[in-house]
């Protein structure tokens, strides 16, 4: 087995971990935190339907749109509750709905396609850099939180989307072109994509590990 092979193979015992974790901890999570155990479990159940197509030699990328589907509208949700009381809040349903529209009337469910648009998912990746960028702006803004950002659950949420779709936004945009330029380079492309994507959920596992701050953020305010 090589190099590549291993590290595809091995990008869902991550997913698979966290999923275990959410399970064990469901109880005892909060509502953002469930939303990601959620997203966790479907997450899966994709990937193990993906991998049934590919066992038996047919294409699976029309299972992307809806992955993506699924993945920003509970990301999304999550960052509702993260950013309030920011406005952008308050429109973050409107905007999941806008997408879900597009999604449903660009949809084709063709099972004879080895490609896939990557619009959908680069505007995923767009939208969710910038909901993570703008929590860790609120998270660290002054005045000084003094209490661990490794006790945040959305600051281990937001480290591994920035690592994860940054990376991907680029992937997402060249995939097809790849696919056709050069069979190793598309492999390679998309053993990237695995490795981006096994730190993600490893990211995941610990958000849904960490235990958060009992009391309210103490602040350093300014003379």
């Given at each position: 087995?090589?190099?590549?092979?291993?590290?595809?193979?091995?990008?869902?015992?991550?997913?698979?971990?966290?999923?275990?974790?959410?399970?064990?901890?469901?109880?005892?999570?909060?509502?953002?935190?469930?939303?990601?155990?959620?997203?966790?479990?479907?997450?899966?159940?994709?990937?193990?339907?993906?991998?049934?197509?590919?066992?038996?030699?047919?294409?699976?990328l029309f299972l992307a749109p809806i992955d993506t589907a699924i993945e920003l509208t509970l990301l999304g949700l999550m960052y509702r509750r993260a950013l309030r009381p920011l406005a952008m809040a308050r429109y973050l349903p409107l905007g999941i709905g806008l997408f879900l529209l597009?999604?449903?009337?660009?949809?084709?469910?063709?099972?004879?396609?080895?490609?896939?648009?990557?619009?959908?998912?680069?505007?995923?990746?767009?939208?969710?850099?910038?909901?993570?960028?703008?929590?860790?702006?609120?998270?660290?803004?002054?005045?000084?939180?003094?209490?661990?950002?490794?006790?945040?659950?959305?600051?281990?949420?937001?480290a591994g989307a920035i690592l994860y779709f940054a990376g991907n936004s680029l992937i997402f945009l060249t995939s097809n072109l790849t696919l056709f330029h050069s069979r190793e380079l598309s492999l390679t492309v998309w053993t990237v994509h695995a490795l981006l994507y096994s730190f993600l959920n490893g990211f995941y596992i610990v958000a849904l590990s960490v235990t958060p701050r009992p009391a309210p953020l103490a602040r350093v305010t300014q003379s």
């Open positions: 087995m090589s190099v590549q092979e291993f590290i595809l193979q091995f990008s869902t015992v991550p997913l698979v971990g966290a999923c275990v974790v959410g399970l064990l901890r469901y109880r005892h999570l909060e509502t953002t935190r469930r939303y990601l155990v959620w997203l966790s479990w479907l997450a899966l159940l994709v990937t193990g339907v993906a991998a049934w197509f590919s066992s038996h030699h047919r294409p699976n597009g999604t449903v009337l660009s949809y084709s469910p063709r099972l004879d396609t080895v490609e896939f648009s990557p619009i959908q998912h680069f505007i995923e990746s767009v939208v969710v850099l910038i909901l993570a960028l703008l929590y860790l702006r609120q998270l660290l803004q002054p005045p000084i939180t003094m209490a661990p950002l490794e006790r945040e659950p959305m600051f281990w949420v937001s």
